[in-house]
Every structure is written in structure tokens, then in C-alpha cells.
């Protein structure tokens, strides 16, 4: 390991310690300072593997005195390593005002990868993973949150959110509200830790079986949705959006006669549309 200054970013175990990785520990009881989300959090950490390395409390919130004072570790040729409660730094976690600020000093910044919830998840869910999207945490509040997860509804590649488990089974049935009842999602709970469960099911489905077994309201938890998958002869997603405004207010006629002049589709196919699939109060 060579000695220039450095900040790594090291990726720390989601719950099974022995995740940790053996370059990860080797950098964390060489570097000078360890700049830690939470050091209450990370001590048991440390001290499971016997790093004595001195921490600072660091997160984005830290203001920039924090920042100054890790960057004056670097400028004086020493490392640093930044790591968070769990898993990879950065990935809805705080370190990027940090890494930005070594880059823009021209510090050498180098990751020490490992765990990460979002790629666990992904890597045991069954759903396309040659494209995806992260979407970090959904809104708290049910309006934004519909608001956005409408706003995703004709993303076709594979959706990933975080979710804390007490607004778990909210956000599962807006999922099958905003995206459909069968839209395939998964729910990857606890990963690598004694109750870890991965389930596969329809939104409408997942969102019964957890409203039925409290325990899946608990711990740490990954929402994966299948992209959109539009039929061969499906009206587009922006279209049929224009189309269920209009037709909450008017007669469907005129709606289905609005949305065509719109979107440029006919209207005959809003139409049809609308009688096959009655809006829901
Ligand atoms: N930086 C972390 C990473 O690399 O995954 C994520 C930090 S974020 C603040 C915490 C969220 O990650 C949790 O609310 C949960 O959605 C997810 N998460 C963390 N550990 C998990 C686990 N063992 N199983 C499932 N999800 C987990």
C-alpha cells in the first residue's frame, strides 16, 4: 500500500461482520485518521478486528471546519479513510462534499469496495440488472412520493429504493397504485443478517403479504421494481397520462378528443382504451 496521501473510501459489512473486507481493514489500521459517519456506530466495528486508528465524526452535514480539518490530514502527507455506519460511503450516505473537496485539491481518492445494499439486492433479485436505476430513499410523504413514483411508472429499466420499514408497506401499495397491481417488485430485507429475506411477487401481492406478517415491517430494506414493460401495441405512458387527467374532468369522448390532439394519437385508441380499463375513485 503506498504511503502518498490518499482519502479511500472504504466499504464496511451491511450486518455479517466477516463481510468485511481484508484490503479494507488493512487501510483502515494504516491510515492516520478515520473520518466516520457515526463513531458510536463504527467502535464495534473497530474494535471487533482490533483497529486502533483515532476516528472523527464526519458527515455531509459536518459543515466545512470538519471538511478543513481531514483535509489538513492530507495536505500534511498523511491518509485518510472515510467510511459510514454501513456499507459503501456515498451510496445514500454522507462523504461527497469530502471526496469532492480532496479531488479538487488534487488528492489522490481511491475506493476500497465491499458491501452495498443497493447491489446485494440486486445481485439476489431476480430482475434485469444489465440496466437499473438507484433511487435512493422515496419521499417520507405520501404526496411526493406518488408524485415521483408516477413519474417513474414508464421507466423500463429496473427500479432500486431504499426504504426505511416503518413506511414499507405505504410505499408497496403506492408502487401497485402508481404502477399497477401486477408489477413485479421485490423485497430484499435484513441482507446477509439472521432474518435476511428476499421475496418476489406482484405489488398487489407484496403489499398483502406484508400487511399480514408484522415482521416484515422490521429492519433494513431494499425495494426492487421490475421496469415498465410496454405491450407491443400499448399507448405510450405520457400519453395515457395527458388521457387520465383529462378524462377525471370531462366525458370520455371529449377527453379521449383532447388527448389525441395532444399526443397526436388517435382517438379512437383512447377510447377503447378507456372503456377496457374504467378509472379507479
Ligand atoms: N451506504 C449504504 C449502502 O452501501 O448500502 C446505504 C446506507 S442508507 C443510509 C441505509 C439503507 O440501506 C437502509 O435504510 C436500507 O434501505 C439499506 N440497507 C442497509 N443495510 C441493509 C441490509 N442489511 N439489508 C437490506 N437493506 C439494507
Redesign the pocket.
Known sequence: MDSIATLYVV?TP??NLADMVPRGLEVLQMVDRIAAEDTRRSAPLLAHFGVTTPMFAYHDHSGSRDTERLLDVLRGGGSVALI??????????PGFRLVDAALAEGFRVSPVPG????I??LSAAGLPSDRFSFEG?LPAKEQGRRKQLLGLSGETRTLIF???PHRLLESVRDIADCMGDDRVVVL??????LY?TVVRKSAAELAAWIAEDRNQQR????LLVAGYQPLPDALPVDALRYFDVLRAELPMKQAAALAAKLTGVKKNRFYQYGLEHPLKN
Open positions: 466499504a451491511l450486518g459510514s455506519d454501513a456499507g459503501t460511503p456515498l451510496i445514500s450516505d458491501p452495498c445494499a443497493v446485494a439486492a430513499f431504499y426504504e426505511a430484499a430485507r435484513e441482507l446477509t443478517k435476511e429492519g433494513e430494506c431494499v
